[in-house]
């Protein structure tokens, strides 16, 4: 850390949302007070049966999980590519992403002040994450435990967090801030038990012989200090907006009574969503996952190819195999290309979204050949997508490990012109990884995309699949000078120095095909 100067933001949050890099200066020049959770799991006592109780030092130790985070001036999850031989498995990033206890503690990262946090996937290859757009964690409610009765105790630790985050933008007048928690509830509390959303604001006294779509519409209209469903905020965005992101029907068949347009899109992007510019409210719901307020506005003839990032690539990118085929079967085009140029299921590869590319590949088979598949091992490399099972199914599906990029002289796409501006940048004098995999896009395979990004985990599946280590790029660079300035995993380098042994246990391990015993 000391050695950098400043913290790249994620590709997705530097492309989607223009987040800008992270100073390191405060590492350098201020003491440094560290809190390290071993795993983000409180560990038991002698005493303890094993879960959560009333009163047990464990309790206690949950309950403070908001405070340490919360007085915490930076985040960063350490998550390298580690064999647990003991165990047979590997445990990366991924792993970290996936564990429930590791989500609550990035939950109470969301809701402090600063949402940004730093990835850390070896030595020398950081990540500043600065939205939630990406793939890399999820409601705390979703993630694995051991004990799934956790659950129970971890409920009103989020809900305390989400209430007291409420006050706080309330009382700051973050108004934005404010709506976009406030109908972002459920899915923070996707799958903990509670009683209900909170509503910040008293005073909402339902009209007498109201119906329930009419009521549910005028709550949230109180709720979220709206007048009109016509007005767009200072976020830029609307209130059907909003609602999406809430994933109420109700709701969404309210304001459509009150005449507000199906096809309304926002007007800035935002990272506390993970929403770009021009989004429609069907992405929104789809993205979040709320397929029943999805069909509402499919009922309502919600125009299915609108926006920056249409519907079906924005089901895609949240890996919702339901949207994607409720979507198909309302006549959305599979091969349709969005804003950036990009097909849907190579949207899909990008995130590593693998039930999605899968409904994909099973709903529009003609839309998808092996020449797609392979350019998505590329694309995933870049982004958060590919682990040891993504790049094994995409193998089985034809795609080649070998595979290179061909960029046309003239750029053809908005993707192609940011991939031109970044490969100028590189030129002067900017290294970062995005800069980098432009300047060298001609001729990359899946392996270099893996190796330059840090997924060492997919780089060994890539490899173990037959990925060759001497295939070279139009700039002369092979797999191994892509690791140049990195940590790479020793079953790596070894495999950097014709050694692709300990590579093929990576992957054998990673994807469940061996079991060791030691």
Not at 177 to 204: K, W
Not at 408 to 433: C, H, N, W
Request: hydrophobic content about 40%; charged content about 20%; aromatic content about 8%.
């Amino acid at each position: 850390m000391t050695e950098l100067e400043v913290v790249a933001p994620d590709v997705y949050s530097q492309l989607a949302c223009n987040s800008q890099p992270l100073s390191t200066r405060p590492f350098r020049t201020h003491r440094i007070f560290v809190w390290y959770d071993y795993f983000c799991c409180p560990q038991l006592d002698d005493k303890s049966s094993g879960h959560l109780g009333e009163d047990d030092e464990l309790s206690k130790a949950v309950g403070s999980i908001p405070a340490y985070v919360g007085r915490c001036e930076f985040f960063l999850a350490l998550c390298p590519v580690v064999e647990a031989k003991c165990l047979s498995k590997v445990i990366s990033y991924d792993t970290w992403s996936q564990r429930g206890w590791c989500r609550v503690e990035l939950e109470m990262r969301k809701l402090s002040c600063d949402h940004t946090w730093i990835m850390i996937k070896n030595g020398r290859m950081l990540e500043a994450i600065a939205t939630l757009g990406g793939s890399i964690g999820g409601s705390p409610g979703e993630g694995q435990f051991t004990v799934p009765e956790d659950r129970v105790r971890l409920a009103p630790v989020v809900l305390g967090a989400l209430s007291r985050k409420l006050d706080l933008l309330l009382t700051t007048g973050d108004l934005v801030g404010y709506r976009m928690l406030l109908n972002m509830q459920s899915v923070h509390l996707r799958d903990l038990p509670h009683d209900g959303l909170l509503e910040p604001i008293p005073g909402f006294v339902d009209r007498p012989g109201q119906d329930n779509v009419s009521a549910a519409a005028a709550r949230f209209m109180y709720q979220n200090g709206f007048e009109t469903v016509h007005e767009a905020d200072f976020g830029g965005w609307f209130p059907l907006h909003y609602a999406a992101l809430r994933g109420d029907p109700l709701v969404i068949q309210g304001l459509l009574s009150l005449r507000a347009d199906p096809d309304c899109q926002t007007r800035k992007e935002q990272s506390l969503s993970g929403t770009v510019l021009w989004t429609t409210a069907l992405a929104i719901c789809v993205f979040h996952k709320h397929n029943e307020a999805a069909s509402v506005l499919i009922s309502a003839k919600a125009e299915l190819h609108l926006g920056l990032t249409p519907a079906l690539h924005v089901a895609s990118h949240a890996n919702n195999p339901e949207a994607i085929r409720m979507l198909l079967q309302a006549g959305f085009q599979p091969g349709t290309r969005d804003g950036w140029g990009v097909s849907a299921l190579m949207v899909g590869c990008l995130f590593g979204s693998l039930a999605a590319v899968e409904e994909l590949c099973e709903q529009a088979p003609t839309s998808v050949q092996p020449w797609d598949l392979s350019e998505g091992l590329i694309y995933s490399g870049m982004f958060y997508g590919v682990s040891a099972d993504f790049v094994r199914r995409l193998v089985e599906r034809q795609a080649d490990v070998n595979h290179q990029r061909r960029r046309p002289l003239l750029p053809t796409s908005l993707l192609e012109i940011l991939e031109a501006q970044g490969a100028l940048q590189y030129r002067l004098g900017k290294k970062g990884v995005w800069a980098t995999y432009c300047y060298h896009v001609n001729g990359l395979t899946p392996l270099m995309a893996a190796v330059l990004s840090g997924q060492h985990e997919s780089a060994a599946a890539l490899i173990a699949a037959g990925a060759r280590l001497d295939i070279t790029n139009s700039r002369s660079w092979a797999a191994a000078e892509f690791g140049h300035g990195q940590s790479p995993s020793e079953f790596l380098q070894q495999a950097f120095q014709g050694r692709t042994e300990g590579c093929r246990r990576v992957a054998a391990l990673a994807t469940g095909y061996v079991s060791e015993n030691f």
